[in-house]
């Protein structure tokens, strides 16, 4: 009897569960598809470092879903809560036909049962199909051959997914038996006529309230943009984000008592059609759900910022890193080395053979160390020179003492690296970038990195800057820094090149290291595979030969720096995504239970309006604006202070993430907003407008 009165309560409160399952439905689907990765990696055909790398975010996904599972668990606590007070008066009834709380509890237990495994089956459904659309993601991510593509099925993911939600609905069991075992029968039978006290806040402290939190929110906002360089520990970026999450709250506290009163004053608007029934029924909201609309307006910032700024950090690395990898192989050496040198703060003695070694070109080494140099092409070596009387110091001479205190953690004792400009020349004809000529006393400053290169100009752009350099005065060609680089990278990250002209009398002395540019002799992917094996496996002869004899010879190849660059990337985009989805999911289904509740309070409201004259169209049109204000108020905060956090995680990911690519982004980012939470805001409009409805 039992078993048949819970399976005839699901299907007459599908209209409540509706929310509800959807929720359980994409958090199964999204858990799933997730923790299946393992299983799609392998039709995917890469290479050993790329297996290594998915591995690894294979590793990272798995720890960041035990913090969404808890997410999705504390998630399902809140949406079951919303449907045992929904039905209170339904289990009063129970009681008073002599049922008890045992077996009221057996029915809420069989009914949560129900609608768990419906949800969890379809869930894992729609996931296996998702997955396989997120096998080609992957794939295009990693730029795997797909040529093998099937369907997979992750067991693993599977049963992943029914042990987490099967912990999470046991605590909801546990939850329900005990709020059951809480209800008294007078309570249940008068819980419709129970409403949530709201307290009337004095207007004229709302609005100091609000002016005050305004201020400590645009003092928050100027501290993580114009004064973000003063952020540079942790204890000092703290208070910031204290002040964001307090004025936050403070805002809604306010707002929940100063909307009405201000819209009040304006008597066209608050007496025209249905507003005043709105507004009342947006401030009691807020009113009671300050702390929730807080936290719910924090959760969409992060998730705008968090997808936003990774998927500007995705685009510009991978549109850079064809740019600035455009030979197969760069290699260098330490040149001159002397008896005992200091390297990561450690001191380290030298033997006779790496000194000797220090005083000859990379590719005699190459050679001394039995690599077939029939490997190689297009090969340009040249020497870079420092010298410790020209560091960042002395270039930014009287500027110094004010970059100083803008940005205390540079180390401003660094060598300038100095090139002259014809060995300069032959780097950028093999890169294929712009060349320059300088004069006999002219020099000029290459670089790329965005922040460091603005700290430069402000020294450059002061007329006729001069560097002494090997005992001779030189003055600056440019007033700005020009794009360059020698050394390939994931990115424009060149803090500084001084090229001086070829008479500049340099010594032997003041070679810093050998620097190597080349490309591989092959025509095939597996020919440079091959090759980048040589000098990128730890395993293979040369690295091998050179580690015996104590010699050190460092470098990249192109591979090497695509891989772990789109490695990279796609980790940070993928937990990105993961957390951005799942928080917003939180959010929508907050803000939806939260107004179906309502809507069955107020049935009796509703009521009333179509008493005074309201047609269903008027009363649908009410329930639109005020469900559209409830879902729009947290967005547009979350939206304001994301405008202000993306710019701060911008400032961070100075010369990996830029601008530019922002738009995209954020147009990505809307897409993804606009079908989660659209799709939440018109199950609650259509679920609130099928309780309202007079039957």
């Not at 038996?177 to 008068?190: G, Q």
């Not at 002061?462 to 440019?478: F, M, N, P, Q, W």
Request: charged share 20%; proline share 2%.
């Amino acid at each position: 009897m039992l078993f048949k009165l819970s399976f005839e309560n699901m299907k007459k409160s599908f209209k409540d569960y509706t929310i509800y399952f959807l929720t359980l439905v994409l958090g199964v689907a999204i858990f799933y598809m997730f923790n299946s990765l393992d299983s799609q990696q392998a039709m995917l055909q890469v290479s050993q470092s790329q297996k290594e790398i998915i591995k690894l975010m294979i590793d990272m996904l798995g720890l960041v879903s035990v913090f969404v599972a808890v997410i999705l668990g504390l998630l399902i606590v809140y949406a079951n809560h919303f449907l045992i007070n929904r039905r209170k008066r339904e289990f009063g009834i129970y009681m008073t036909l002599g049922m008890g709380k045992r077996q009221i509890s057996k029915i809420i237990l069989m009914e949560t049962v129900f609608v768990g495994i419906i949800s969890l089956i379809i869930g894992i459904v729609v996931g296996i199909f998702a997955s396989q659309f997120m096998s080609i993601l992957v794939a295009k991510m990693f730029e795997a051959n797909m040529s093998e593509f099937q369907f997979v099925f992750s067991k693993d993911a599977c049963m992943k997914t029914c042990i987490y939600f099967a912990v999470m609905y046991l605590l909801v069991m546990a939850f329900n038996t005990f709020a059951v075992s809480k209800y008294k029968l007078i309570n249940l039978l008068n819980a419709e006529k129970k409403n949530e006290k709201v307290k009337m806040k004095n207007s004229f402290l709302c609005i100091l309230v609000f002016l005050g939190a305004t201020v400590m929110l645009g003092y928050a906002y100027w501290k993580v943009t114009a004064d973000v360089n003063s952020l540079n520990t942790a204890d000092k970026l703290l208070p910031p984000i204290l002040m964001g999450i307090v004025s936050t709250i403070l805002i809604f506290w306010s707002l929940s008592g100063l909307i009405l009163q201000v819209i009040r004053k304006m008597k066209k608007v608050y007496l025209k059609d249905t507003n005043m029934f709105i507004l009342r029924q947006i401030n009691n909201k807020i009113n009671t759900m300050v702390v929730s609309m807080s936290v719910i307006c924090l959760m969409l910032f992060m998730t705008i910022s968090i997808l936003s700024s990774s998927l500007a950090l995705r685009n510009t690395m991978q549109g850079e890193l064809i740019e600035m990898t455009p030979v197969d192989l760069n290699l260098y050496k330490t040149a001159n080395l002397p008896e005992s040198y200091k390297k990561y703060g450690v001191e380290r003695k030298t033997t006779k053979e790496q000194r000797e070694d220090s005083r000859i070109p990379i590719l005699d080494t190459l050679k001394n160390n039995g690599l077939e140099m029939e490997v190689l092409k297009d090969i340009v070596e040249i020497p870079i020179y420092a010298t410790n009387e020209l560091t960042w110091k002395e270039f930014y001479g009287e500027k110094y003492e004010e970059i100083k205190k803008a940005f205390p953690n540079i180390i401003y004792d660094t060598a300038e690296e100095i090139i002259k400009v014809s060995d300069y020349n032959r780097i950028a004809r093999l890169y294929r970038i712009e060349q320059y000529e300088l004069k006999e006393d002219e020099y000029m400053v290459l670089c790329n990195f965005k922040s460091q290169a603005e700290l430069r100009n402000e020294v450059l752009k002061k007329e006729d800057h001069l560097l002494t350099i090997a005992g001779k005065r030189y003055r600056s060609k440019y007033k700005e820094c020009k794009d360059g680089f020698i050394e390939m990278s994931t990115s424009r990250t060149n803090l500084g090149i001084i090229l001086v002209p070829d008479n500049c009398p340099l010594s032997e002395e003041g070679k810093e290291k050998y620097f190597l540019a080349a490309n591989f002799n092959a025509t095939t992917e597996e020919e440079k595979e091959k090759i980048n094996a040589i000098f990128s496996s730890g395993d293979s002869g040369l690295i091998q030969s050179l580690s015996h004899n104590g010699l050190e010879i460092d470098g990249a190849t192109r591979i090497s720096i695509m891989e772990a660059s789109i490695g990279l990337a796609t980790i940070i985009t993928f937990i990105a995504i993961y957390l951005g989805v799942i928080f917003l999911i939180a959010s929508s289904a907050i803000l939806a239970l939260k107004q179906l509740t309502d809507s069955s309070d107020n049935q009796q409201r509703y009521s009333i309006l179509r008493k005074i004259g309201c047609d269903e169209k008027m009363i649908n049109k009410a329930l639109f604006r005020q469900i559209g204000l409830f879902f729009g108020i947290p967005l547009v905060l979350a939206i304001i202070h994301s405008i202000f956090g993306i710019q701060f995680a911008l400032k961070i990911m100075s010369g990996i993430a830029s601008e530019e690519e922002l738009f995209p982004s954020a147009i990505a980012t809307v897409i993804i907003i606009g079908c989660i939470y659209g799709m939440y805001f018109l199950a609650t409009y259509f679920g609130s407008k099928n309780i309202i409805k007079e039957d």
